[in-house]
C-alpha cells in the first residue's frame, strides 16, 4: 500500500507540473497579406513560437484580427507582438498606446517599424514612429536580401548577455532610418550592423548596396517594455514566381545565436519586475 501511495503521490506531482500556469502570456498580431517574404516570415513564426513557448513556459497565442487590439482583449496578455505591420485604424491605436503606457510589453520585427509618406504605410502615426520606436519614416533599404554580421552595442542589457561581441545574422533585408537612434537619450540600441558587413546587399541599384555608415538593428526605448528587430524579411525567389515551396531562399528563425536573442527579449519582456530598463 505504501508503494502505490507514493506512486500515486509522484504521478499527482508530475500532473501537477504539466498543469502549471504559464509565466506569461503572449499574442502575436499579423496581416500576412502582402510581400511573399514577410508571409514566408509568418509561416515560420506560427511554427517557431509555439514551440519556444513551450521550452520556456509561456503560452503563445495569434490573431490576424487587429479589431482584438482593444482594451480588453489586451488585458489577457503580457507581452504583445507584431509580427509583420502596425494598426491603422484610431482605436486600435489608441487602445496600444494605453496598454503600453499602463506597462505592457511589446515585441516588433522588421515591417512592424516601416512609414513611408506617400505609401499604403504613411508616417501618420506620430507617437508610434517618432516617439515610440524613435526612428520616424523608412529612407531606403538594402536589396537582396542577406547576412549581416551584427555588433552587439549594450553587452550588459539582459537580452544581450547570452550573445558574442559579433555574429552573422540570417539574411534579411536591412532598413535606413530618418532619424539617428544615436541622438535620442530615451533609446537604448542594443545591436547594429558592424562595419565588417560591407559592402551590404548585392543590388541590382547602387543605392540598394550600403558602403558604410551606421545602422541600429535591434533597440529598446527605456521609457517602455519594448524592443524592435529589423530583421523578418526572409529571401524570396521573385524572379521565378513562388512555386509550391513558396519561393523561400532563407529563413530568420534558423541562426541559434538570433533566436537566442529573441528568446532571451522574450523572457525579458515577459519579466513584469525587470522588463524595463
Known sequence: MRRIAITTCVLVLALSACRREPAFTVVA????????????????????????????????????????????????????VFLDTRPEDPAQRAAFRAYMERGGAW??????????????YPANWDWYHNTFLGAGSYVSNTWRPTAAVLRVEDPAHPVTRHLPHTFTSSPSEWYRWEKDLRQNRDIDILLAIDSSSFPLGTGP????????????????????????????????DYEHKIDSTNGTLSYTLDNPVQDQLIIDALLWLGDKKHGRR
Open 107 to 120: 515585441m516588433g520585427f522588421h515591417f512592424a517599424g516601416f512609414a513611408l509618406t506617400p505609401s499604403a
Open 205 to 236: 541599384k547602387p543605392q540598394e548596396i550600403w558602403h558604410s555608415g551606421y545602422y541600429p538593428v535591434v533597440w529598446t526605448n527605456r521609457n517602455y517594455r519594448m524592443i524592435y528587430f529589423n530583421f523578418g524579411h526572409n529571401d524570396i
Open 29 to 80: 498580431f499579423f496581416r500576412g497579406k502582402e510581400d511573399p517574404a514577410h508571409i514566408s516570415f509568418l509561416r515560420e513564426a506560427e511554427q517557431w513560437f509555439p514551440q519556444i513557448a513551450a521550452q520556456n513556459n509561456f503560452r503563445f497565442d495569434t490573431t490576424s484580427n487587429w479589431a482584438n487590439l482593444n482594451a480588453a482583449f489586451l488585458s489577457r496578455y503580457d507581452v504583445v
